[in-house]
């Protein structure tokens, strides 16, 4: 299948009898013409189905209007709503996502950037702070404004907004403890770097505590049904253990779908918390104990300091740290 | 933020003391070039942070080898099923996708369509099949490949990939009417057209029994606590109902949560069936009744059909019927 001959500018001006640049004009602005133009404008294009054509801004790369968005799976909850915070403010500025995910894999987000910036496009936003050498070249090679969201607390190649994982982690196994569990078990999916940050933070409030961690973790993607196994598969291990912090709700909500399934009471017999506060957590009975992140805004955030850099304003604060809210819930 | 001369493929060869020639057969494939001039490239792209362009092919209109991409909503899991599905084909294949939502709206979805359509991008993948006749116009302009998922019933402009909404709604319903159901509510969110479609399904199967439907709908986006609400709201109006098919997972675990923590016993005073057959239903107790549909298919298998016909392969099937599976699961 051949692309056809677009209808050119002055195709649309032939066809109402007007210069190209009063079509230009009123592409831009439509009551930049006469209103009487505007609308003999608007029939021919829509009847030769006129399409815009950024190609020539492109080659010329000065702007494409268009960024590009690496997050590590598209099946994560927490990633879909950081992209709607993105897309909310890229769509209104008539800017283009161009999204790629890259399986939690710094490789994989070395291609995938070389593969965005191919198309010049304007600005960049990570979803992750660890990248390969290659990657970091190429991001100052290319010299546009890059954000890395999620993580407040490693280094930035320019900017970041997120929050601080560790610090939330640490949080969230303190407040256990000081309800009185002392066997609590970490679940771990992925053992991505945020995953790791999280594992710090419960470490460091155990050794405090002079409590023995008890990690359980797999490089599998995590799951409800990951949950019920971890949960299995750590009662087997451990059988005195009195609580599950998860690396997020999903895992969570498995532990007490699992729990529901062997009669095991939740919190009575075992104590769960979750991280990011997602609906499921939210709307289940008992309704779980988690740490609110803030995904939509850092999305959000992050969208509207690139785009304030493309237009030109200068870094203000080149950590923009968002926060996060303990939730105690009733699974504690 | 300026950006910045990008090195070129002369730079790197001056860097090398090769040709153009040969750093750009090296590009296509390594193993064109002698195995000692190979690293010396390689060090080269690296050293330089060298980024490939591809903007002269975009402008020959020839190829941006970029798909575009349109979701109804981000955060519906279904649509991240079927992004995965999509983006493993066109990675694998050097296409980048470039993503857009467009919130259930055929207008915000033809701005999306221009949006795209002005990258010169190759291929399209909708997941709706109603559309705005200037959606359809600049589509017939472009001369380009495209692809609607999700539906296979409705007509499509080229091709389609998806399954039967009304005769999966229809026969889960008769399954509930077989099991002794007759009260059966139909939940409803976002109303767009496959949530109307699985509707006409449900009102076809209840009109067979000669039972009353009684639907509880709603514009909003559906949510595990939506599906709580709208329980509250059917057992207010209509006290005697026994079941609830929704139009979705989220909706269906909603509505068992809430059964949890009024004390209603599931399936025993009422019965609850989702669709979708996501992981939330399947691991939870007891197990969702569900429609399991095949959305990583439909996004593998439309990836698959568009790269075929952009390698210039005609169509052979114009509907492309992946079909459900009926999983009556323990809430029935």
């Known amino acids: 299948m051949n692309k056809k001959r677009r209808p050119t500018l002055q195709d649309v001006a032939d066809q109402v009898g007007v210069t190209k ?80 995910h890259y399986g939690y894999q710094a490789e994989v987000e070395e291609e995938r950037v070389a593969s965005l910036l191919s198309y010049n496009i304007d600005g960049l936003l990570l979803s992750e702070s660890y990248h390969t050498p290659r990657t970091v070249r190429m991001i100052e090679t290319a010299g546009i404004p890059v954000i890395e969201m999620m993580d407040s607390v490693s280094p930035a190649i320019q900017q970041c907004v997120g929050f601080d994982n560790t610090a939330a982690a640490y949080e969230m196994v303190q407040a256990m403890i000081a309800q009185g569990h002392r066997h609590i078990a970490y679940l771990g999916a992925r053992m991505d ?115 304030d850099r493309l237009n030109g304003k200068e870094i203000e604060q080149s950590v923009i740290e968002l926060g996060y809210r303990i939730d105690l819930g009733e699974t504690l």
């Not at 020539?56 to 994560?76: D, K």
């Open 21 to 100: 640049m009063t079509v230009s004009r009123y592409l831009k602005n439509p009551t930049r013409v006469a209103q009487s133009t505007q609308e003999k404008i608007a029939i021919a294009l829509e009847t030769l189905g006129y399409i815009p054509n950024r190609a020539p801004e492109i080659l010329a790369q000065s702007t494409s209007r268009a960024i590009g968005v690496l997050v590590p799976s598209l099946t994560n909850q927490v990633f879909a709503e950081v992209l709607r915070g993105i897309e909310n403010v890229a769509g209104q500025s008539g800017y283009q996502t161009m999204l790629a």
């Open 193 to 307: 770097v945020r995953t790791q940050l999280k594992m710090q933070g419960y470490e460091l409030a155990m050794a405090e505590a002079k409590l023995t961690p008890l990690a359980m973790t797999t490089n599998d993607a995590s799951s409800f049904s990951l949950g019920a196994l971890l949960l299995q598969q750590t009662l087997a291990k451990y059988p005195y253990v009195d609580s599950f912090f998860c690396t997020n709700d999903d895992l969570a909500a498995g532990v007490i779908f699992e729990c529901q399934r062997q009669g095991i009471k939740v919190p009575e017999q075992i104590g769960v918390a979750g991280f990011h506060g997602h609906d499921i957590g939210q709307s289940m009975t008992p309704k779980l104990a988690s740490i609110i992140t803030p995904r939509n805004d850092i999305g959000r955030i992050a969208a509207t300091e690139l785009l």
